[in-house]
Nanobody
Framework: QVQLVESGGGLVQAVGSLRLSCAAS????????IAWFRQAPGKVREFVAR???????YYADTVKGRFTITRDYAKNTVYLKMNSLKPEDTAVYYC????????????????WGQGTQVTVSS
């Protein structure tokens, strides 16, 4: 089992940057695929990016080239660096963990953090 805690959200102007952190507990952190999802008001939760236990990364088309997901095994933390932010990136961002590999749907992720709010002003 793994517990996840997100941090780093906040208010930023368009074209600005933020870095989100997802701190994980548990000695088996390295065996999980970790992903970021986001959910805007009135919308379904959508996949943003994932990093596998082999450090393969995959991004949603809407963030490709702007967001970067990385993992620090020493700190048991996954980061999401977000550049060139747009108002449409405004959402609550969640990190999630799965023992699966190539999964982008929320129902395949077993563990979730509480979320962190990102608001991008125009």
């Amino acid at each position: 089992q793994v517990q996840l805690v997100e941090s780093g959200g906040g208010l930023v102007q368009a074209v600005g940057s933020l870095r989100l952190s997802c701190a994980a507990s548990g000695r088996t952190f390295s065996t999980y695929t970790i992903a970021w999802f986001r959910q805007a008001p009135g919308k379904v939760r959508e996949f943003v990016a994932r990093i596998s236990r082999s450090d393969y990364t995959y991004y949603a088309d809407t963030v490709k080239g702007r967001f970067t997901i990385t993992r620090d095994y020493a700190k048991n933390t996954v980061y999401l660096k977000m550049n060139s932010l747009k108002p449409e990136d405004t959402a609550v961002y969640y990190c999630a963990a799965t023992t699966g590999v190539y999964v982008v749907t929320a129902d395949k992720y077993d563990y979730w953090g509480q979320g962190t709010q990102v608001t991008v002003s125009s």
